[in-house]
């Protein structure tokens, strides 16, 4: 063994600078791993511990309806068990408000009324310094998010309007429980639970939610979830949810831990592709090695402790290799707080994970064994007998059942790792598959584009002819390299390219007819009303549907039980609640799949027609009997027909729609999609002047919500372009490191060419001509992939119309052009830039 | 003791098979030194590299201290190679990324010899390199590394040394100063000593003298064996022809 490690501290002493690639293949994907875990479990685990806080509860019971005086008994009744510490009742919904003055504006605010006792949980703090005190809201007083105060240009001490009630501005929110965290329609206000009876908001039909918050002293898990079984027996019939924030934990646990495993596996693409990289500098090392490795033999030293020596050096490098990707990774991360903190959670920590950190270490080392292993076997068909003859070693054709051997475990160790990283053997195996299949259609489409070039061998400019040729030479890069490329150019190109397009499908101007403004909670009463007043200012007569809200309780006479195990998957499509309306044809975005769409005859038999969407939901299909209650009523419907509904030219799209003739008479609201005025101003009357006339009806201004989408999925993009970088800059590395393989023998070359009466210009023309093909190469494959790919995640998986950027493609394909010349001419300058005797003496 | 029983060597050459060794008989008792002279082609490489167990005979046994080396594997040959026998080459082979010291000390590491690094230091003295014992072998002139060969030839003491044109790559200075050097060391330890050489007046000094052509053993007899095989005497002076032309016309490139 003394002699292995002298051996490997010996090589790595000399051979260091040439081996530094292969340490920084490893230090990237090792970093890139650590980095996104670490990032992913942290905000993980910044929101489970915020579970509580999100919840406002151990024990959230939550109701669309105003919950009546029978069911808060029953609350209360199981509530008084020993275990339960705090109580108090929210009510939560969108709405609109303005200055209780003259002053212009509206605003859709999230209203929050609170009840004596809030927050059970959280800190509740005001910018002024004070601590959020229930008395702050008596006699009509609102705590009001900042955003509020610059959008309505009002101060502390000034009245607001909400609904038909006036409320003065009591303080400005810094923190509120479960604030901070995901997407809002608007501002936050806080206002007593008992004045939310005087805006008139909470109505029937409105979409007020109604919440009974519950703490509990801390015990077992056990209690609590016997207590929420306890009510939600009580309340079964009542369509009410509990939920407790263990079940928010998991839930969020469950989530993180899928998107960590999949964004892991965009780190492993960068690490297999530093292992490549590893493949290719072992596989050169042992080339140069060679008469080394044959020496060795010739003095007593055994195939397999020479191979040893080798995996002792792979290791170690591999070993130091991810020690420097940790290092890396803590300044990834430095730089996610710095610059992505305000998508993340609140009080997220952005320092490593010890469990990520041991897991970079052991990929690096197994991703750098894994990929040498091929390579170095080699070293046993080293004979020592070309160091009296310098001739290589006579072919082999015999199959090498050592090497097929270790190629299957090479193999079975990457689908082990893949499915390690992954959480799935399934997911793993396809996902190495895919790469596969990736890395051989790569691969395919560069000998292709190869032949083409080999054919054009005829020109006349000599550099270019010999560049062609130094593709060819024996020991070439040139797959390596294209391969390397060509993956990073696909990856940078294909995220940039479907970003554009669906930032053109957000353009309004790209939006056709579409309304850029929807109004909502419009009562019976106000149809007509609102219909004038729109027409009046923008000369356009609104289309306002009717909505009716309803939820599922029974398919096929079978009741929904949201605990039941078959039922557990579809808790979201069960639990929710539908807007649903009527009308007695086809839309036209809509089309029938299955089924017959109705005649516009009326009849009596209640008909619904669903959505694609919904078809197979607990057999759910044409034919089946749909039970729904609609304000505590409970209506059974067939389905009659099932609709495909193109949603990117909907106005409003209905999952459920019945037949008319049966929900005339229920509760309704309308809804409606008008062109607002294009500029700010008069967008902003408008909303003021439907704001005051109606004051329980809420605009929602597209313009806005679109922003806000762009903001995010900006965000999406640099996020995703950050990784696409990331294995662009692997790529390069692998450019780097192939280069520098083939230093030797370019100067040898050079210094040939050059005595043979090539001036320096020629000779540098040959390399940029070279690398100038590479670089082509690569990048005409690569943006090739890159259109595949953005136009079927754009077709089939966002179903938006995609458009070619030419654009894109062209500074895709020159990028990587000027790319691979620059480092090309910069890592060939030493080797060009010797004089010839020099170069031609050395042994 | 060496033993060459029917040793013969082909190899592919395009779609025909070269002969480089025609059934070849040969004894060699321990601590001989022997010189194998021949022009180039004849095979004199060939022959040491089978008896190092570098390569192996299409047919014949090569036996080693009575041992049949024919049939090891390339690990066992490694291994004996390892204790029995020392090699030096016309190019030196040393390897770059170790300094001189650490090449002469890496056989012995690799047979596990204890206080290595003292008999390496050893081996350079006597090789008179210890002022040089740091350096890489690019640091090194041609014969200072071919010195670092020797002593790394020696370093396991091994019973055999062979050397494939030692000083051919050297001025005749640093050529005699070598040649020298293998000798009093082959004395000294009483190892057996194979020279291949083209140089006529180091293989007259040798115990006996082999010559080869085409494959054949044309010639062997040594200063102490006046009379040469019957039917010898003109090929070996036409072979001795050639070897004088050829030292010559050395002479005139290196001058």
């Not at chain 1, 997407?183 to 004045?195: D, N």
């Not at chain 1, 399934?426 to 990736?438: D, E, N, S």
């Not at chain 1, 086809?586 to 969407?613: C, F, H, Q, R, Y």
């Not at chain 2, 050893?122 to 350096?135: I, K």
Request: hydrophobic letters at 45%.
């Amino acid at each position: 063994m003394n002699f292995v490690m002298r051996m490997a501290l010996r090589e790595i002493r000399s051979s260091w600078r040439r081996l530094l690639f292969f340490f920084i293949c490893i230090g990237v994907g090792v970093g890139s791993i650590v980095a996104l875990r670490s990032t992913l479990q942290n905000a993980n685990s910044a929101l489970v511990s915020q579970a509580r806080l999100l919840l406002g509860a151990d024990v959230q019971i939550d109701s669309t309806r105003a919950m009546d005086q029978s069911t808060l008994a029953a609350i209360d009744r199981v509530a008084r068990s020993a275990l339960v510490t705090g109580r108090t009742e929210t009510v939560e919904l969108p709405t609109m408000t303005r200055p209780n003055d003259s002053r212009e504006g509206a605003l859709l605010v999230e209203l929050k009324a609170v009840g004596p006792g809030f927050p059970l949980y959280g800190d509740f703090n005001l910018t002024d310094g004070r601590r959020f005190d229930a008395q702050m809201l008596e006699s009509r007083g609102a705590v009001v998010g900042q955003t509020l105060l610059e959008r309505l240009n009002v101060a502390p001490g000034d009245e607001i309007r909400i609904g038909e009630v006036p409320f003065q501005i009591r303080g400005v929110i810094s923190a509120d429980p479960g604030g901070g965290t995901g997407f809002r329609l608007g501002p936050r206000v806080f206002i007593a639970k008992s004045a939310i009876e005087e805006t008139g908001l909470a109505g029937l039909g409105s979409r007020a939610r109604h919440r009974v918050l519950l703490s509990t002293s801390e015990s077992s898990p056990d209690s609590l979830a016997s207590l929420v079984s306890e009510l939600r027996s009580a309340l079964k019939d009542n369509l009410i949810t509990v939920r407790t924030y263990k079940e928010s934990e998991q839930n969020i646990n469950e989530q993180y831990t899928r998107s960590e495993n999949y964004l892991s596996l965009v780190g492993l693409v960068i690490l297999v592709l530093g292992g490549i990289g590893i493949a290719n500098v072992t596989r050169v090392f042992i080339e140069q090695k060679k008469k080394a490795i044959a020496v060795l033999k010739c003095v007593g030293a055994t195939s397999r402790r020479i191979t040893i020596v080798y995996v002792a050096q792979v290791l170690a490098l591999g070993a130091s290799g991810s020690v420097f990707g940790i290092v890396l990774a803590k300044l990834a991360l430095l730089g996610v707080g710095t610059y992505f903190a305000d998508s993340l959670p609140a009080n997220m920590s952005y320092s490593l994970r010890t469990g990520t950190v041991i897991q970079g270490l052991l990929l690096g080392l197994l991703i750098s064994f894994l990929f040498s292993a091929l390579p170095l076997l080699r070293i046993r068909h080293i004979r020592p007998n070309m160091l009296l003859r310098n001739e290589d070693d006579p072919l082999k054709r015999k199959i090498d059942l050592m090497r097929w051997v270790t190629a299957l475990l090479v193999i079975a160790g990457l689908v082990a790792v893949f499915s390690w990283q992954a959480g799935s053997l399934k997911v793993g195996a396809f996902f190495l598959g895919g790469l596969a299949a990736a890395g051989g259609l790569l691969q395919l489409a560069s000998l292709g584009l190869m032949w083409i070039v080999k054919r054009t061998r005829q020109i006349q400019s000599f550099p270019v002819r010999h560049a062609i040729n130094s593709l060819h030479r024996p020991g070439n890069q040139t797959r390596v390299i294209i391969m390397a490329v060509g993956l990073g150019a696909f990856l940078v190109i294909a995220v940039q390219s479907l970003q554009r397009n669906l930032l053109l499908e957000l353009d309004p101007a790209n939006r056709g007819n579409l309304p850029n403004m929807y109004l909502i909670d419009i009562q019976k009463d106000q149809k007509a009303g609102i219909e004038k007043l729109i027409q009046d200012t923008t000369g356009e007569r609104p289309e306002l549907i009717p909505t009716v809200r309803a939820r599922i309780t029974a398919i096929n006479g079978r009741e929904i039980d949201l605990g039941s195990g078959e039922m557990r998957g579809d808790r979201g499509r069960l639990g929710r609640e539908y807007v649903v309306t009527y009308r007695p044809t086809l839309d036209a975005n809509e089309t029938i799949v299955a089924g017959k769409m109705w005649d516009p005859t009326p009849v009596n038999e209640p008909e619904v027609s669903i959505s694609e969407e919904m078809q197979g939901l607990q057999g759910l299909d044409v034919g089946s009997a749909m039970t729904l209650d609609i304000v505590g009523r409970k209506l059974t419907a067939r389905v009659t027909s099932v609709r495909r509904i193109d949603w990117r030219k909907s106005r409003t799209g209905f999952l459920i729609l019945f037949r008319p003739n049966v929900l005339e008479n229920a509760p309704t609201m309308y809804v409606g999609g008008l062109n607002g005025p294009a500029d700010d101003l008069s967008r902003s009357r408008l909303q003021r002047a439907v704001v005051e006339k109606y004051p329980n009806v809420s605009i929602i201004d597209v313009a806005e919500v679109i922003q806000l989408v762009t903001r995010i999925l900006g965000n999406v993009t640099l996020a995703v372009t950050f990784v696409g970088g990331f294995v662009f800059f692997s790529g390069t590395l692998i450019l780097i490191g192939s280069i520098a393989m083939t230093q030797y023998q370019r100067a040898y070359e050079a210094a040939l060419l050059k005595t043979l009466g090539a001036t320096r210009k020629i000779v540098l023309t040959i390399v940029v001509a070279e690398y100038g093909l590479l670089g082509l190469i690569a990048g005409l494959i690569g943006s090739a992939a890159a259109l595949g790919l953005s136009y079927s995640m754009a077709r089939f998986l966002f179903e938006i119309p995609w458009s070619l950027e030419p654009s894109i493609i062209v500074a895709g394909i020159a990028g990587t052009v000027a790319l691979v010349v620059v480092v090309g001419v910069l890592s060939s300058l030493q080797s060009l830039s010797r004089k010839p005797l020099g170069v031609l003496r050395a042994p | 003791m060496i033993e060459l029983f029917n040793v013969s060597k082909q190899v592919p050459s395009g779609s025909e098979t070269l002969t480089i060794l025609h059934s070849l008989n040969l004894t060699i008792p321990d601590g001989q030194f022997i010189s194998i002279v021949g022009p180039s082609g004849s095979g004199k490489s060939t022959l040491l590299g089978l008896v190092a167990g570098l390569d192996a005979p299409t047919e014949g046994d090569i036996r080693i201290d009575g041992e049949s080396i024919v049939s090891m594997n390339e690990d066992a040959l490694a291994l004996l190679r390892g204790k029995k026998i020392g090699f030096v080459f016309q190019s030196f082979h040393l390897i770059p990324a170790l300094t001189a010291f650490e090449n002469v000390l890496v056989p012995m590491e690799i047979a596990g010899v204890s206080k290595a690094p003292a008999r390496a230091r050893q081996l350079l003295e006597d090789v008179d390199l210890t002022a040089r014992a740091g350096h890489y072998p690019s640091q090194l002139s041609g014969g200072e590394q071919q010195r670092v060969a020797i002593a790394r030839a020696f370093a396991n003491d091994p019973s055999i040394l062979l050397a494939d044109e030692p000083t051919g790559n050297l001025d005749s200075h640093n050529g005699r100063h070598i040649f020298d050097l293998m000798v009093e060391i082959h004395q000294r330890r009483s190892a057996t000593l194979i020279l291949v050489t083209h140089d006529h007046n180091l293989a007259e000094r040798a115990d006996r003298s082999i010559a080869l052509s085409d494959g054949r053993v044309v010639a062997d007899l040594g200063p102490r064996v006046l009379s040469p095989p019957i039917g010898a005497e003109r090929e070996i002076d036409r072979q001795e022809d050639r070897l004088t032309e050829g030292t010559h016309a050395t002479e005139v490139v290196q001058s």
